[in-house]
C-alpha cells in the first residue's frame, strides 16, 4: 500500500511506538499529509529539536528501500490503515502505526481470536492443559495468539500448527529475529499452517527488555479473550491478564493443580480476583461468544485494571509503571548498600540465570567481569540477561553494568 511508506517515515521520525505519531496524525487525515506539512515547514504542528533534525535528515527514500529490502527477505508491512491491519488494535491506546509481518495475517481477520500466556517453565499439568484446550479451541475455529515464548506459550502455538490450525506469534523483536533460540525449529510448521509472526519492531531489532511491556499491550489486545494456564506470584502473564481486562477483553484461567504451590500463585489470584475458572476449551468459547460474561461490579481483576483509569487505555508510562511495580520495583528510592539476604528468585528462572542472580546479590558488575566468573561467553550471558530483566530481576546500568533487583 503506497500510503505504508509515510507510516514508516514517522516511525523513523518519532521512533517505534512513540505516542507522538498519534499527537500528529490528529492534524491530518492521511500519513502522506502529515509527511507534507512536516517537510514543508507549515508550523502546523510544534517540533522539538531532535524531531525536527529527524525530519530534515531522513527523506522518504530511506522508507521506500527499506520496505523493498522487507518484501525482498519475505516479510510484509501492514499500516493503521491498510484493510490487512487487525481490527482488534485500532481501538486501544496508542495502536501500532505499523506492524512488520511474515507469514499470512489474513488470519487475524476473526471474532475467534484467544490469547495465551503461562510461564516458561511450566508443569506437566498446565502443558497438558494448554495443549489439549488450545488444540480444541483452534479445531472449532479459534486463532490462538500468544508471545512465541518457551513453555506454555509454545505449547499453545504447537497446540494449533500441530492440526494445520494457524497460530499468531507476537514478538518483542523483530520478525526475523531468531529468539528465543530453542524454539527457531518451530518457525516453518507455524508458517506452513497458516500461521503468522508480527511485530511492531522493525526486522533485526533485538529482544530488548523495554520492548516486552510495549508487546503485552498487542498481545492482550488482539485475543477476544485471555487464558491463563500457569502463572507465578511475579509472572509476566498477570501484566497481560491485567492489561486484557482493561482493554475489555475477558480472562480465565486454569484451577491450580496445588492451591498451596508458588508455581500457581497467579492463578490463585485471579481466581480469587473473579477470573473465570477454565476447565475446558468450552469455557473459552463461551465467554467469547457471551454465554459467559465477567461481572465488572464484582470481578477484582477488572477493578485491578482500574489501576489505568476505567475509561480509558493505560499510558505508555503508566503501562511500565504498573509492570515495574508487579515486579516489586520500587522506582523512588533504590538500595545502594549491598545486602547479605539471600535473593528470593522467581521459580521460573533457569539454573543459569538462578546463578547470575546469585553472582549479582554481591552487588553491581559489568557483564565482562558476570561472563567471566561464571564462564559463559558474552552472546549467551546478555541472552540470559535480557530474559532476567524481562522477569523484572535485574536491571541493566550505563556502562554494560547489571544489579539485582531486590
Partial sequence: MEETKYWLWLNMVFGTGNHRIWEVMSFFRTAEKAYISLTSDS???SLNDSERKNVNAIPLRNAEIFLANC????????????????????????PPSLLYYKGNISCLKTELTVTSVGTRKATPYSLKAAKEICSELSARGAVIISGFAVGIDLASHMAAADIGRPTVCVMGCGVDVDYPKPNFQY???????GGVFISEFPPGTPP????????????????????VFQAGAKSGSLITANLAAGQGREVLC???ADIFSG???GNVKLLR???????????????ITGKKKLSAETSA?????????ERREPSADEINSFMRAMNGIDDVKKETAVSTEQPELSDELSETQRRIAMELSEGPLHADELAQRLGLDTSELMTELTELEIFGTVRSLPGKMFELIR
Wanted: aromatic share 8%.
Fill in 301 to 309: 481483576v477488572r477493578r485491578g485494571a482500574e489501576v489505568f483509569g
Fill in 187 to 193: 518457525r516453518d510448521t507455524i508458517l506452513a499452517a
Fill in 71 to 94: 518484501a525482498k527477505r519475505g516479510i510484509g508491512a501492514v499500516a493503521f490503515t491498510d484493510p490487512d491491519y487487525p481490527e482488534q488494535l485500532k481501538h486501544i491506546y496508542n
Fill in 273 to 287: 480476583d473473579g477470573a473465570v475458572p477454565m476447565y475446558d476449551a468450552s469455557d473459552v468459547m463461551d465467554c
Fill in 254 to 256: 486454569l484451577p491450580p
Fill in 208 to 227: 530488548n527488555s523495554p520492548n516486552f511491556p510495549k508487546r503485552n499491550r498487542i498481545l492482550a489486545a488482539l485475543g477476544a479473550a485471555a487464558v
Fill in 43 to 45: 508550523g502546523i504542528v
Fill in 263 to 265: 508455581e500457581f500463585a
